[in-house]
């Protein structure tokens, strides 16, 4: 799976079986399917983005992937539709876009591109996000890449010295979390360099074969939007 945005990890895996089973369960067939999935990945995709776009949220999506079963929505496609896989993909979407009028943006903006009912793709969205938790999920459980991050999460631990402080959180995400707050400069570039190469590690996993620029700008109204 190294080298595949969101959308090739999805349709690649196990020939695509989760993502047909996500769209017949909405009536959809194979290349309605593939349009919705397509047009709806690139918000997940930047919203992923805007989550990681910090350490520490960078060390909750690691912790997340590394601590949870997502991957078996791509292992067991027979999940998707089911009221747990929604209320899992709804819980995703709560997080990354903060607000259901969010959701419905999203969808609106994909109807637009593939002639597909706003109802049915803001139905797919959950399993969609899913599916993109699940993709990432397995790169970050590969052999080589969970050994990279375990090591960078060691050097983390090693430069926060004495000044860590406890943190709720375990694992990656708590040994990341430690270092904030420190407040020192060099532990501060330390934690910048390494969430730059920790970002690095997921590559254009966190990308999505799609027109993410315009997606970025539908985000921003929707989520404008949403707090005002």
Same mark, same amino acid.
């Given at each position: 799976m190294s080298g595949m945005n969101l959308l090739e990890a999805i349709l690649g895996a196990q020939s695509g079986a989760s993502a047909q089973q996500a769209g017949a369960s909405l009536g959809l067939n194979q290349?309605?399917?593939?349009?919705?999935i397509a047009?709806?990945?690139?918000?997940?995709?930047?919203a992923f983005k805007r989550n990681t776009n910090n350490p520490e949220g960078f060390a909750q999506l690691i912790q997340a992937l590394q601590g949870g079963n997502h991957d078996e929505y791509l292992r067991q496609p027979e999940r998707m539709g089911r009221p747990e896989s929604i209320t899992d993909g709804n819980a995703i979407l709560g997080h990354l876009f903060g607000s259901k009028d969010v959701s419905r943006a999203v969808a609106g903006h994909a109807a637009q591109k593939t002639g597909i009912g706003a109802d049915i793709l803001k139905k797919l969205l959950p399993m969609v996000a899913t599916m993109?938790? +699940?993709?990432?999920? =397995?790169?970050? @459980?590969?052999?080589s890449m969970k050994e990279q991050l375990a090591n960078l999460a060691i050097q983390q631990m090693m430069?926060? +010295?004495?000044?860590? =402080?406890?943190? @709720?959180q375990s694992g990656l995400g708590g040994l990341l979390g430690g270092l904030f707050g420190g407040g020192q400069q060099k532990q501060q570039r330390q934690v910048q360099q390494q969430h730059q190469q920790g970002l690095g590690l997921l590559g254009g996993m966190l990308d999505a074969d799609g027109d993410g620029s315009v997606m970025d700008d539908v985000l921003n109204m929707a989520m404008k939007a949403a707090t005002r």
């Open positions: 290349s309605q399917t593939q349009n919705a047009a709806l990945l690139p918000a997940i995709s930047s993109a938790m +699940g993709s990432l999920s =397995q790169q970050t @459980r590969q052999p430069g926060g +010295g004495q000044q860590r =402080q406890p943190q @709720r």
